[in-house]
C-alpha cells in the first residue's frame, strides 16, 4: 500500500509541477504557501482535466485507485460534462469534455483539447477560508482574476477564477479560489462560467 500511494504521489505532484511551470499564477500561489510552510499539496481542493474523451482519460487515475464519485453523478453544463473522481488522502480530479453534436457546439474544450492535449492539467482548485481575503492577498501579489466570485457570502460553495495564462492568444491554465463549507463536495457553483 506504502509503494502504491508513493507512486500516485508521484503522479500527481508530476500533474502539479507542469501546471505551476507553465502558469505564472500557480508560480505566485505556490511560492506564497511554501513560504509560510504550508506548501501547495495540502491546500489542493481539486485538480481538473480537459479531454475528449472523459471515460478514456480516466483510466490513468482509475488504475491507480481513484473512483468515480457516484453521489455526485455526472456534473452537466450548457455545453460540457464532467466527472469527480476520488482516492482517499489524494485531491479529488474533475474530468470534463464537450458534450457531442450541437449541445457542445460552442464549449471552448475541444478546441483547447487540439491545441495543448488533455495529457496536463486545465486548472487547480486551492481551498481557501476567505475567497475575499485570498483573492485580495493574491492580488497584492499580481495574481489577477475575474471580475467576479461565483457564489454568494455563506453559500457552502463558492469559486474564483484568475485570469487564464494565455499561450499563443488562447486562454491555456488558470488558477481556482475555492471556499467550501460544511461537507459540501459537489464542484462547481450553479453560475460558474466556462473558462
Do not use: C
Not at 75 to 85: A, F, H, M, N, Q
Not at 115 to 132: K, N, S
Amino acid at each position: 500500500m506504502e509503494i502504491a500511494n508513493q507512486h500516485i504521489e508521484k503522479v500527481i505532484q508530476q500533474y502539479i509541477r507542469q501546471l505551476v511551470e507553465s502558469n505564472k499564477a500557480a508560480q505566485t500561489v505556490h511560492t506564497l504557501l511554501s513560504q509560510v510552510g504550508v506548501g501547495l499539496r495540502p491546500s489542493l481542493d481539486h485538480l481538473s482535466i480537459r479531454t475528449l474523451d472523459v471515460q478514456e482519460r480516466a483510466l490513468e487515475f482509475e488504475a491507480l485507485g481513484f473512483r468515480f464519485d457516484a453521489n455526485l453523478g455526472v456534473i452537466e453544463r450548457d455545453s460540457w460534462w464532467g466527472k469527480v473522481y476520488r482516492k482517499p488522502g489524494f485531491p479529488p480530479i474533475y474530468i470534463d469534455q464537450a458534450f457531442a453534436g450541437a449541445r457542445g457546439e460552442g464549449s471552448p474544450i475541444p478546441g483547447w483539447v487540439k491545441q495543448f492535449t488533455d495529457a496536463g492539467l486545465h486548472h487547480m482548485a486551492v481551498a481557501v477560508e476567505d475567497i475575499e481575503v485570498a483573492a485580495e492577498r493574491f492580488a497584492s501579489h499580481g495574481i489577477s482574476f475575474e471580475d467576479s466570485i461565483l457564489g454568494m457570502p455563506g453559500d457552502p460553495f463558492r469559486q474564483l477564477y484568475s485570469i487564464p495564462e494565455m499561450i499563443a492568444g488562447t486562454p491555456h491554465t488558470v488558477i481556482e479560489l475555492v471556499e467550501r463549507r460544511w461537507g459540501y463536495t459537489g464542484f462547481i457553483s450553479p453560475l460558474a462560467g466556462t473558462l
